[in-house]
């Protein structure tokens, strides 16, 4: 298995603009997790799904962000508008089910620059 | 409900000594717990977990972490350090019908020659 695929890897965009990051998660795993990373916060859960239902988005940060997930091997979350303090990594895990002993997998992240 | 406190932000020791990073944990269900390392400009990858087996676990590169019920804790450690091992260490938990893990805040560990 290829694990969870992030696209792209590094994104630079000017402030305003609208920013789409895309996941393909583990195929057979039906959890899909989207997290942000930053120096000041550290790893924050943003919204999670549960057979492409989305479960917990409770950590979006406003509603400028949005995630979907039209299938099993498709997830993006997008930033319209996007701002320079969106600026961070985002990282997308999946996992075949949770309350268990298997953890998640992570993919490699993008990097998002907003100028 | 789970929570995670990993003890110092930053570790630093030196090439060949022992690496010790502190965990504790609060859990009202039997833990599952995780340690993971994130390398510079990497995503986060399994380290070694606790499945309610064997106390003790062994993970890859050589490190260990023991689970201690009596102190709710899940130290990793590592008897000898090398320059590859810096990284960023994140200790999670889970546990039975958990909805998700959850992360400590991590921990750095830097590597002096």
């Known amino acids: 298995d290829a694990g969870v695929i992030q696209s792209p890897r590094h994104e630079v965009t000017e402030m305003g603009q609208e920013v789409t990051l895309r996941c393909k998660p583990i195929s057979g795993h039906d959890y899909l997790f989207w997290y942000r990373q930053t120096m000041m916060r550290g790893l924050e859960l943003l919204i999670y799904?549960?057979?492409?239902?989305?479960?917990?988005d409770s950590g979006m940060p406003e509603d400028r962000f949005s995630a979907k997930m039209p299938n099993a091997s498709f997830s993006t979350l997008k930033i319209q508008p996007s701002e320079p303090r969106d600026s961070a990594v985002y990282f997308c895990a999946s996992s075949p089910r949770t309350g268990t002993n298997y953890g998640y997998t992570f993919g490699s992240g993008t990097r998002l620059t907003v100028v | 409900a789970q929570s995670v406190t990993q003890l110092g932000s930053h570790v630093s020791v030196s090439e060949g000594a022992l690496v010790l990073l502190r965990c504790n944990y609060s859990?009202?269900?039997?833990?599952?717990l995780f340690w993971y390392v994130q390398y510079p400009n990497q995503g986060l990858q399994l380290l070694l977990k606790y499945t309610s087996a064997a106390t003790l676990v062994k993970g890859i590169n050589g490190f260990e972490a023991e689970f201690k019920k009596s102190e709710t804790s899940f130290h990793l450690t590592k008897p000898s350090a090398h320059m590859s091992d810096a990284a960023e260490y994140f200790c999670a938990v889970s546990g039975w019908a958990a909805q998700k893990l959850v992360f400590g805040q991590g921990t750095r560990l830097t590597i002096n020659p």
């Open positions: 799904f549960n057979n492409n239902v989305p479960i917990d």
């Open positions: 859990s009202s269900v039997p833990p599952y």
